[in-house]
């Protein structure tokens, strides 16, 4: 059994890995500012309402537990509001990564996970991108989750601590059997935002009527339109789960870092296109001009993550994804 602190653990990803961690035997205490997680989501762990911007906060959350290993969720996490407002992403992912180190070094504890980003890569300059791809982020999301990335390994040099940072692509999905699901306020990613357009049409409201956007058809892709590597919630949690495996086996000196992603990218069209098929509604969408901070194409090779991790994602295809978070979405609407 590892006992855990698991920042973040009331969010979207965090809720779904401390599930598992639990199902898994292991003893979880969650640490969240409940900004954007959501209390009812943590029922069957220890739970510590914290704000990692204050150092106070990590202090007692370290105090008087023992820790083997801190999985680090807690982060503001849309690409679009970072551009418009830095200050929240330096503040909230910098600052407040900078104090859980603080913590982790006074309390020695020495293995972390960190949710870390394929936005740290920026414009890709080739495609898959792999982890030896530069770090150039175009977005303040991105720097943010870089500088973190960067404190971790100035870390694992002076202080010893080791560090597996996760890269994901685009999260997406819920819970197969339907308890948690994908629950940000407002919303802003691409999948819930086509399904509430689903759910809406589905109760009678007119098509035509769609709030849907779509930002940009003029990127150099096939059909114009952003092209993702969408990644199943619960993939990335088996990979937490392998990273802390790797942790604990003692084979991490340092930092290191796994893309995850299934390698197969869609674009924004064909994610709608999906959706349609998956739900059975007429989804239409307009057009509207790009969104600041947004790469043409991202897509994942994570070759290392297989190879390194023995991560083999259960969900390849978008499909099986958009079925997961559309079971969820017409129970919890
Ligand atoms: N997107 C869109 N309309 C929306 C929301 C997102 O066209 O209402 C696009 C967005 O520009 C990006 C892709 O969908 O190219 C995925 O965006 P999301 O916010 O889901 O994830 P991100 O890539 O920002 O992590």
């Known amino acids: 059994m590892t006992a855990l602190l698991v920042t973040g653990g009331a969010g979207y990803i965090g809720s779904h890995m401390v599930n598992l961690l639990v199902s898994e035997g292991h003893q979880v205490t969650v640490f969240d500012n409940l900004t954007t997680g959501h209390r009812d989501a943590v029922t069957r762990t220890g739970f510590i309402e914290g704000d990692l911007q204050r150092l106070a906060d990590v202090t007692r959350a370290f105090d008087g537990r023992k820790i083997d290993v801190v999985m680090h969720f807690a982060a503001s996490c849309y690409v679009g509001e970072s551009v418009h407002h830095p200050a929240k992403y330096y503040a909230n992912n910098v600052i407040g990564t900078l104090n859980l180190l603080e913590g982790m070094r006074e309390s020695e ?114 059909d114009g ?47 709608i296109e999906t959706c349609t098929r998956v739900t059975g509604q007429d989804i239409q969408y307009r057009m509207a001009g790009r969104r600041a901070g947004d790469p043409a194409r991202l897509v994942a090779s994570a070759a290392r993550a297989r190879a390194e991790l023995g991560w083999v994602p259960r969900f390849e295809e978008l499909e099986g994804i958009v079925e997961t978070a559309w079971r969820w979405f017409q129970q919890r609407g």
């Open 109 to 222: 504890v020495r293995r972390l996970v960190f949710s870390s980003t394929c936005s740290t890569y920026g414009d890709p300059v080739s495609l898959p991108m792999n982890e030896d791809h530069p770090q150039q982020p175009v977005n303040p999301y991105g720097m943010s989750k870089l500088t973190a990335e960067r404190a971790m390994a100035d870390y694992g040099r002076a202080y010893g601590l080791s560090t597996v940072a996760l890269r994901y692509f685009n999260a997406a999905g819920c819970d197969p059997d339907g308890e948690l699901g994908e629950r940000h306020d407002p919303e802003t990613h691409l999948i819930p935002l086509i399904l509430r357009e689903a759910l809406r049409v589905r109760v009678g409201g007119n098509p035509a009527d769609t709030v849907l956007q779509v930002f940009g058809d003029d990127f150099d892709t096939p």
């Open 225 to 271: 339109s952003c092209v993702r590597d969408y990644v199943h919630v619960e993939d990335l949690c088996a990979a937490h789960l392998l990273a802390m495996e790797r942790l604990m086996a003692g084979k991490v000196a340092g930092f290191e870092a796994f893309n995850l992603g299934t390698g197969n990218g869609y674009s924004v069209k064909e994610v």
